[in-house]
């Protein structure tokens, strides 16, 4: 008897260090995930921060087929962030990884520790970018089409790496 799978995505960035290396070193951690597989995965880009200093960007988004509950898949993926280093001094650091979980199927969560889909993900070219290039039609649950948020971020500077 196989167990349900669930289509959530993962948005993927880094700044500091080798910061190429970092998001891909974190795309094969993610194909590693337990109950999981990694069923697509975006192009690399390019970004200046938002809200904060520091270096350019690389960021990614890539698409985790699982049976893994969200907030178990939020655990895994805060260790491998750990594993990387992150520390979070203060809210828009930089980072040597940040995961997000922007999407869990059709899901909405809203607990203390998680909020699905990610409350800033329709604000961020970083974001809705690489998620529109691996799933072009994808529609953000209560918010509707992602495609239809892209002139919004428009201002955004993003070059695929």
């Known amino acids: 008897m196989s167990t349900a799978q669930t289509s959530c995505h993962i948005g993927i960035g880094s700044n500091l260090g080798d910061a190429r290396a970092n998001v891909e070193r974190a795309i094969e951690r993610l194909k590693q995930l337990p109950q999981s597989t990694l069923s697509a995965q975006s192009s690399l880009f390019r970004t200046a921060p938002i809200d904060a200093g520091g270096d350019d960007y690389i960021n990614a988004v890539v698409r985790v087929d699982t049976a893994l509950p969200p907030e178990?898949?939020?655990?895994?993926l805060r260790a491998i962030e750990q594993d990387f280093g992150r520390e979070r001094p203060y809210q828009n650091a930089p980072r040597t990884l940040d995961l997000d979980l922007l999407l869990c199927g059709r899901q909405t969560i809203s607990s203390p520790s998680l909020t699905v889909?990610?409350?800033r993900m329709t604000q961020r070219a970083f974001v809705l970018i690489p998620l529109l290039q691996i799933d072009p039609l994808i529609s953000i649950p209560g918010l509707g089409p992602a495609?239809?948020?892209?002139?919004n971020v428009a201002g955004q500077a993003i070059q695929k790496v």
């Open 72 to 76: 178990e898949l939020l655990t895994a």
């Open 117 to 119: 889909p990610h409350p």
């Open 147 to 151: 495609h239809t948020f892209v002139p």
